[in-house]
């Protein structure tokens, strides 16, 4: 068993992006580890470099068919053999004593058996680089976990605004396999905040480092950032996978919540994918399959519309009041509706 294990699912990534990840993980100097690199169904000219990895040692390749990073997620977890499990994603890296600090922290909180670190980043985002989290210097354990909700949902005025992401955070393996927490493979969207979610809902001992291990490359070719024809199909699959965990747990109270991040996803609609709709009957069928969605319509009628920024109160009302054509007219613009 090893103390640290390194998940990293792979699809056909940039080299010059690999390299970077490549080199972060060779300069580690720390013998308690082992890396598990998911090849997700990349081309062959992907694989030889892939497997050359291997002859490291401490390095494990597998190759499987087209999944998903879900799957790939999934399958490295159930691989792994380390007491604890950072996922890296492929055009990231970390730094150069990244291990090194992971079990430092580790050490010290050893009496303590936390469930999930969250630990400050660097996102590198052209040539700016800055922090993730900029309010804290010093680390602590995180007792109310409303903030965490907060952040996944409302995503405004939190200081854990990266809550929802899978980098940047170490997960206690056995805590995820005891609770059989895995990333959802039915989601090709927002499955990271979905799976973190559960993790601090059901967590025990939360804790925040101010340690700086991982790098975060904003890549706007990822998937998170195109534009694909199903993206609405994708989001109220995600709500409703969201409706389905709070059903089976009784969640309700968090259901306030979930309620401003359903506007946000109304929101990111508009500008992400009804924008590139040029027929406004079109448009206007979009707006009524979104719209008369069960889950749509019971977080318009629950949400606390006092408590919206701007931005997201117009867009409530126009959607409340079904001002079809005027949303139409907002997506074409360039307001910030975030």
């Known amino acids: ?54 002859s490291l040692g401490y390095i494990k390749v597998i190759h499987t068919v087209n999944r998903g990073v879900s799957e790939a997620r999934n399958l490295g977890l159930s691989l792994a053999s380390g007491s604890y499990v950072i ?114 809902f059901r967590a025990e001992n939360i804790y925040y480092s101010n340690i700086t291990f991982y790098n975060y490359f904003v890549n706007f070719e990822s998937t998170c950032n195109t534009y694909t024809q199903d993206l609405c199909e994708r989001f109220l699959n995600l709500v409703d996978e969201y409706v389905k965990f709070f059903e089976r747990n009784s969640l309700y109270s968090e259901n306030r919540y979930f309620n401003y991040f359903v506007v946000r996803i109304i929101c990111r609609l508009i500008r992400k994918y009804f924008r590139k709709i040029d027929n406004y009957k079109l448009f206007k069928n979009e707006i009524k399959n979104l719209l008369n969605d069960r889950n749509i319509k019971q977080a318009l009628n629950s949400v606390n519309v006092k408590e919206l920024e701007k931005g997201k109160k117009l867009v409530y009302f126009l959607c409340k009041f079904r001002m079809n054509y005027f949303l139409y007219m907002l997506s074409k613009s360039k307001a910030n509706i975030k």
């Open 1 to 54: 068993m090893k103390e640290l294990s390194i998940i990293i699912p792979f699809y056909n990534t940039k080299k010059e992006y690999f390299e970077r990840c490549k080199k972060s993980l060779i300069s580690q100097d720390f013998k308690d580890l082992e890396v598990i690199i998911i090849d997700d169904g990349s081309d062959e000219i992907f694989k030889k470099e892939l497997d050359g990895l291997e």
């Open 87 to 200: 996922f890296l994603d492929s055009d990231d890296w970390l730094e150069i004593d990244a291990c090194k600090q992971i079990c430092n922290i580790i050490s010290k909180l050893s009496e303590n058996l936390v469930d999930v670190i969250i630990t400050n980043s660097f996102i590198n985002s052209g040539e700016k680089r800055y922090l993730s989290f900029q309010d804290y210097n010093t680390s602590f354990f995180i007792k109310d976990k409303q903030y965490l909700f907060d952040a996944i949902f409302k995503n405004t005025n939190s200081k854990f605004l990266c809550a929802d992401t899978p980098w940047a955070k170490v997960y206690r393996r056995e805590f995820l396999v005891k609770n059989n927490i895995k990333f959802n493979s039915r989601l090709k969207n927002g499955e990271d905040g979905l799976f973190n979610f559960e993790v601090y």
